[in-house]
């Protein structure tokens, strides 16, 4: 069965260091996502990708963060410098077509631990 | 979106049915039901979703009641394996493609 892949599983940074997070969606999926879940708080979208531009992104998406789709197969989440209040669990996210009667599939996500 | 109510825990036998509500008193007639899960800090899993009708799939039933007010998501023999928080999520399909996720039903299912 297809299945988004997210690399590492778990990083360690220190405060101030710029992290990019990896993830390859489904192959013939469009519609890419990033979601974050702080350590025991709700799942919380972050950003929305398609035709290689963002479509939709939250309030916590601001200037520290990028997404990239670089060679039509990876989809990666850069932040630029960390934060310690920016350890979570990163999930990304694909779907075939917009969220009108179809599913998001996720990865296993990438615990970010930064120090 | 309209807002969900769900309860914060519920237990299950394991073979037994899980049944599992969702209040969504405020659902305008263009929004969905989903219904995520989520097993301890994996990635949240699409479980089903629906409109109108009720919606049956190899993981489980969706039963939605006729004003649309509320569901119940249906495992209809439970394992060890579905103990996890169960996201029940309405949202207007066209306006945006984000999930907003609650807090969600946290299932044990025990032996």
């Known amino acids: 069965e297809p299945e988004v892949t997210q690399t590492p599983s778990h990083q360690v940074t220190q405060m101030g260091q710029e992290v990019i997070l990896r993830c390859v969606p489904i192959s013939n999926h469009l519609y890419f996502y990033w979601y974050r879940q702080i350590l025991g708080q709700k799942v919380e979208f972050l950003v929305s990708f398609y035709n290689n531009e963002i479509s939709e992104k939250s309030e916590i998406f601001d200037d520290q963060f990028s997404v990239e789709r670089p060679d039509g197969s990876n989809f990666t989440l850069k932040i630029r410098s960390t934060k310690l209040e920016d350890s979570a669990m990163y999930f990304c996210?694909?779907?075939?077509?917009?969220?009108?009667?179809?599913?998001?599939?996720f990865g296993q996500g990438t615990r970010l631990t930064v120090v | 979106d309209a807002k969900t109510t769900q309860p914060p825990s519920m237990d299950c036998a394991e073979g037994r049915a899980a049944n599992l509500p969702c209040n969504h008193s405020t659902i305008s007639g263009n929004e969905y039901v989903y219904w995520y899960r989520q097993i301890h800090s994996q990635g949240p899993q699409y479980i089903i979703h629906?409109?109108?009708n009720n919606e049956t799939n190899e993981m489980a039933s969706l039963i939605i009641t006729e004003d649309r007010k509320s569901s119940t998501l249906i495992l209809p023999h439970a394992t060890l394996r579905d103990t996890a928080v169960y996201y029940c999520?309405?949202?207007?399909?066209?306006?945006?493609?984000?999930?907003?996720f609650g807090t969600g039903t946290r299932l044990q299912v025990f032996p």
């Open positions: 629906g409109l109108k």
């Open positions: 996210a694909s779907s075939l077509d917009r969220l009108i009667n179809t599913e998001a599939f």
């Open positions: 999520i309405v949202r207007v399909a066209i306006a945006t493609d984000k999930l907003i």
